[in-house]
């Protein structure tokens, strides 16, 4: 039997002890898969025929998950914004265990969070979670016990975990990125831990990028660059390399990444590839941050890339390879589906011969299809969403203003919405029978929210 096959069934029997029904899948990280395609299975339990049937639990969290949820052998394990880790039966809405990193406390009502979504590793044992105190936590799936804990930034007071994390190889995958208001001094970066013992292994900064390692914030004389899109490091499914894209920041092409697309090596040891649009400075100035969104892969040779500016940029592999600094050179640039900023992490699903692309932002939902090297727009909303995800053959676009939307994904068709309260960066997941949303805005500072769980009858 395959190392994960087994795996997964030792770890289901184990949960089956405990009362938990066994999975028939799993969702360990924020949108599906390490390349953030936004693509989930393609059999859920969940149709068109029977979503206006499912049954909704609301569970009342002592936390609110300004996320997403993952699903690991028959349970939701979810992440509040003051760190705290659950645990949950999707079945009965009961709390299995629930972890409280130290300083829990003193975070608790303030404007110090975290927006990450947790993640599992391939061996289904393990949970990996972060905290408003700058720590990533590897936590036992089986009942929340912590192995280890590392930091991932010296001033966690201005470095702020806000975007999913992610694994691959070995390896946890996080990013830094600042608070509401850019208070200086703060510097994105990437950081790669080794997942069996949780020493950092490497940090790649977009700021004073010539240093290694964690640096204190005030010792670089450049401040910002946030990598801070809902994706985080998007991991390119054909070499394994890292994608990031940054905000607000210095850029020279040297040492300072700020408003940029960068390509790392899979360790975050070197700059592979970058690029930064011709207009870098105004981005700057203005504050319309390119790394609103993570880069998205639209196949071995094209790259997109979203905005705060209200554009979607194609970017080409090849043109942007190598350390010489990479200004404009966009093969397309389209608006996104209101042209307002995008904040969410679009959708990319290759079906038989085509390729289509599906993202939201705060006035509307829109479907491209790939080809020919090219965007073309196929069909349009004007009801907008956080980020969008494709599961059971059905597009599931969560309106922050409240309710989550069910569409056809070639049509645009709308199949039903569930009723919901609002939110702010949530988004669902769809697996093994049940569609799960957490409600609520991080920026409420509240230490209660809401998980709705709606379950196949």
């Known amino acids: 039997m395959h190392r994960a096959a087994a795996a997964f069934t030792a770890v289901a029997a184990a949960f089956a002890a405990h009362g938990a029904a066994q999975p028939t899948q799993n969702w360990t990280t924020f949108d599906y ?68 990193p130290p300083g829990y406390a003193s975070w608790a009502g303030t404007a110090q969070i975290t927006t990450a979504t947790p993640v599992a590793d391939p061996s289904l044992k393990w949970i990996y979670a972060s905290s408003p105190g700058g720590r ?158 993570s880069p998205f892969v639209l196949d071995a040779r094209h790259i997109g890339q979203g905005g705060k500016d209200g554009k979607i940029r194609v970017l080409s592999v090849a043109r942007m390879r190598g350390t010489s600094p ?44 790939w080809s020919g090297g090219s965007l073309h727009s196929a069909w349009q909303h004007p009801t907008g969403g956080t980020s969008p995800i494709l599961a059971g053959g059905l597009l599931w676009v969560y309106d922050p203003n409240g309710g989550l939307n069910v569409y056809r994904p070639t049509t645009g068709a709308l199949v039903a919405t569930l009723p919901c309260g609002g939110g702010h960066w949530n988004s669902p997941i769809v697996v093994a029978g049940h569609v799960v949303l957490p409600e609520g805005n991080a920026n409420d500072h509240a230490t209660s929210g809401v998980l709705d769980i709606w379950s196949a009858r």
Request: net charge negative; aromatic share 8%; proline share 5%.
């Open 33 to 100: 898969t390490a390349s953030r395609t936004g693509v989930g299975p393609a059999s859920t339990g969940v149709t068109a025929a029977n979503v206006k049937s499912l049954v909704l639990k609301k569970v009342q969290l002592d936390g609110t998950v300004d996320s997403s949820a993952i699903y690991v052998a028959g349970r939701l394990f979810v992440t509040t914004t003051y760190g705290r880790t659950e645990a949950i039966d999707p079945s009965t809405g009961a709390v299995a265990w629930r972890f409280t």
């Open 136 to 293: 990533i936590y590897k936590l036992s799936a089986a009942n929340g016990h912590p192995v280890w804990s590392v930091s991932i930034t010296k001033l966690p007071s201005r470095e702020k975990i806000a975007s999913a994390l992610n694994f691959a190889d070995g390896h946890v995958i996080a990013t830094t990125g600042g608070y509401i208001g850019d208070t200086p001094p703060y510097q994105g970066h990437v950081a790669v831990i080794d997942a069996a013992s949780g020493k950092l292994l490497h940090v790649w900064n977009s700021l004073c990028s010539n240093r290694t390692g964690l640096q204190v914030p005030s010792t670089c004389p450049a401040s910002d660059s946030a990598i801070w899109g809902r994706a985080g490091a998007v991991v390119d499914p054909t070499t394994g390399d890292l994608l990031v894209a940054t905000g607000n920041a210095p850029w020279d092409g040297k040492t300072n990444w700020g408003d940029a697309v960068l390509r790392l090596s899979p360790d975050a040891t070197s700059l592979l590839g970058n690029y930064t649009p011709s207009n870098t400075e105004q981005l700057n100035s203005s504050d319309l941050d390119l790394g609103s969104t």
């Open 326 to 369: 990479h200004q404009g050179g966009e093969l397309q640039v389209v608006s996104t589906p209101s042209g307002t900023d995008l904040f969410t992490a679009p959708a990319v699903w290759h079906t038989g011969s085509s390729t289509w692309v599906f993202a939201a932002d705060n006035g509307g939902t829109q479907a491209w299809r």
